[in-house]
């Protein structure tokens, strides 16, 4: 049994070094070696080497030079030797739906980078939710692939249910968007994000606020409408009423075109950007200027929010952040390495713009 683990692990030097062999080769024909990174950010290779191992003790000066090397040569680690050395694989699985919204899709972005970073590959599975029986059969898929851990996006009830049904034998880490399930901490739009947009709206004097919520069956979503609640109490104030949405600009436009007279709010605060878009222009079609009239804040921060009419206020999710701290929490869990967590309170903050005004009197 040594003999055969002896044989693996020269095998997989050999493989190593066969390709750090490149290291002198044109970049255009011949894949990035540590070497090449480390003559790059001008450290030595086993500093490369650490950092793709998760080790801590690295300055954070030197640390961004070893990630601004392996962005600029596209750097690609050996997994097959790297599985072999270590006798566990390098691959990841991301199991998401609704890959067509904002949160997922970015969360997805961030945890791939960061996989690759630490030298891992993430395999991205897309699940559809109008068919339970593909959902279940893509699950036991991945659950039997030679995968080192599972990154599970549950955004609603009905996924995150599946997933602990789902016996994947590897550590698995449950991420919903910028939230406490990924971060294990308190939520970013608990502690800082909505208090800074009440805080805003309440100095403006609004007190009046209307909310449009997302889809009761999405965490997000009530993660969205609790903080909102919290922080409307926190400043003395009580909603004046609250309408539903399904995350797009059209039921955030009809949501408001249906509210009796906006149960006088003058403002409204949507739980993600489009709908704060389409409450525009339902606001817009009945008369009403925005934000002379009322004011409209949305969530997310969307490449398009500067362009809205108006340009929109809005709280910036940092989904990309999310995704990676998702990832490290797997990789600490799968190299039992601890690794280090983001200050939630920056990934959530308040950009204001020209969609609030004070309020008409």
């Given at each position: 049994?040594?003999?055969?683990?002896?044989?693996?692990?020269?095998?997989?030097?050999?493989?190593?070094?066969?390709?750090?062999?490149?290291?002198?080769?044109?970049?255009?024909?011949?894949?990035?070696?540590?070497?090449?990174?480390?003559?790059?950010?001008?450290?030595?290779?086993?500093?490369?080497?650490?950092?793709?191992?998760?080790?801590?003790?690295?300055?954070?000066?030197?640390?961004?030079?070893?990630?601004?090397?392996?962005?600029?040569?596209?750097?690609?680690?050996?997994?097959?030797?790297?599985?072999?050395?270590?006798?566990?694989?390098?691959?990841?699985?991301?199991?998401?739906?609704?890959?067509?919204?904002?949160?997922?899709?970015?969360?997805?972005?961030?945890?791939?980078?960061?996989?690759?970073?630490?030298?891992?590959?993430?395999?991205?599975?897309?699940?559809?939710?109008?068919?339970?029986?593909?959902?279940?059969?893509?699950?036991?898929?991945?659950?039997?692939?030679?995968?080192?851990?599972?990154?599970?996006?549950?955004?609603?009830?009905?996924?995150?249910?599946?997933?602990?049904?789902?016996?994947?034998?590897?550590?698995?880490?449950?991420?919903?968007?910028?939230?406490?399930?990924?971060?294990?901490?308190?939520?970013?739009?608990?502690?800082?994000?909505?208090?800074?947009?009440?805080?805003?709206?309440?100095?403006?004097?609004?007190?009046?606020?209307?909310?449009?919520?997302?889809?009761?069956?999405?965490?997000?979503?009530?993660?969205?409408?609790?903080?909102?609640?919290?922080?409307?109490?926190?400043?003395?104030?009580?909603?004046?009423?609250?309408?539903?949405?399904?995350?797009?600009?059209?039921s955030g436009y009809r949501a408001i075109r249906d509210a009796p007279h906006l149960f006088g709010a003058t403002a409204v605060v949507a739980s993600n950007d489009q709908m704060a878009l389409g409450a525009i222009?339902?606001?817009?079609?009945?008369?009403?200027?925005?934000?002379?009239?009322?004011?409209?804040?949305?969530?997310?921060?969307?490449?398009?929010?500067?362009?809205?009419?108006?340009?929109?206020?809005?709280?910036?999710?940092?989904?990309?952040?999310?995704?990676?701290?998702?990832?490290?929490?797997?990789?600490?869990?799968?190299?039992?390495?601890?690794?280090?967590?983001?200050?939630?309170?920056?990934?959530?903050?308040?950009?204001?713009?020209?969609?609030?005004?004070?309020?008409?009197?």
């Open positions: 049994m040594d003999s055969e683990l002896a044989d693996t692990s020269s095998q997989a030097d050999a493989w190593e070094a066969a390709a750090d062999e490149t290291s002198g080769a044109s970049s255009l024909s011949k894949p990035a070696t540590i070497y090449d990174v480390a003559r790059r950010a001008g450290v030595s290779h086993q500093t490369v080497s650490r950092f793709l191992k998760g080790y801590q003790g690295i300055r954070p000066a030197t640390r961004d030079k070893v990630v601004s090397a392996l962005d600029q040569l596209g750097y690609r680690p050996n997994l097959t030797a790297r599985s072999l050395k270590s006798g566990r694989s390098h691959r990841i699985a991301a199991l998401t739906h609704e890959i067509n919204q904002i949160g997922p899709s970015r969360i997805v972005q961030g945890a791939s980078t960061a996989a690759r970073q630490a030298g891992y590959l993430l395999d991205i599975i897309a699940l559809d939710m109008g068919d339970p029986a593909a959902i279940q059969e893509a699950l036991d898929l991945a659950a039997q692939l030679d995968v080192a851990g599972v990154l599970a996006l549950a955004s609603t009830d009905e996924m995150a249910e599946a997933f602990q049904h789902t016996d994947f034998r590897v550590p698995v880490v449950f991420a919903t968007e910028v939230s406490d399930s990924v971060a294990g901490q308190p939520s970013e739009l608990t502690s800082a994000g909505f208090p800074a947009l009440i805080s805003h709206l309440r100095d403006l004097g609004h007190e009046r606020i209307l909310h449009i919520a997302g889809p009761a069956t999405w965490s997000a979503a009530r993660n969205r409408t609790q903080a909102f609640d919290l922080a409307l109490s926190a400043s003395g104030l009580l909603p004046v009423g609250q309408v539903s949405g399904d995350w797009s600009a059209s222009l339902a606001l817009t079609e009945a008369g009403l200027r925005v934000p002379d009239d009322v004011s409209v804040t949305g969530i997310d921060d969307i490449p398009e929010a500067a362009f809205f009419r108006p340009p929109l206020t809005t709280l910036r999710l940092d989904f990309e952040e999310a995704g990676a701290i998702a990832v490290d929490k797997l990789l600490s869990s799968i190299e039992e390495i601890p690794r280090p967590t983001s200050d939630p309170s920056r990934m959530a903050p308040l950009i204001v713009r020209e969609s609030t005004a004070p309020a008409r009197t």
